[in-house]
């Protein structure tokens, strides 16, 4: 079982930047992703990173507003999240593959986080 911690959610206001921590214990993964469900929609993908460092966008999602790093010494992933909307409001799920499968794809990825929630205010 991959153990990870998600950080960084909140209240901000519109236009507002934050960013999203997903600390795990894994050492050998294929990649990791961030994905985001608001009440009543589904879950809809927000941007991946591989363990080589190659990042992928949700253009809908991520919009340019968004950043996908990773520090692998501190085997931690960062969300960058810049000019926040009120349509940015979910709750935010970091989620570990140790498989390969296409990056944004919900179903490449077997270990979820509890996630954290990100509320954007007008």
């Known amino acids: 079982q991959v153990q990870k911690v998600e950080s960084g959610g909140g209240l901000v206001q519109a236009g507002a930047s934050m960013r999203l921590s997903c600390t795990f214990s894994v050492r050998t993964f294929s990649s990791v992703g961030w994905f985001r469900q608001a009440p009543g929609k589904e879950r809809e993908s927000v941007a991946a990173?591989?363990?080589?460092?190659?990042?992928?966008y949700n253009s809908d999602s991520a919009k340019g507003r968004f950043t996908i790093s990773m520090d692998s010494a501190k085997n931690t992933v960062y969300l960058q999240m810049n000019n926040l909307k009120p349509e940015d409001t979910a709750n935010y799920y970091c989620?570990?593959?140790?498989?390969?499968?296409?990056?944004?794809?919900?179903?490449?990825?077997?270990?979820w986080g509890q996630g954290t929630q990100v509320t954007v205010s007008s």
């Open positions: 990173i591989t363990w080589s460092g190659g990042v992928w």
């Open positions: 989620a570990i593959a140790l498989g390969e499968g296409p990056l944004l794809d919900p179903r490449t990825y077997n270990n």
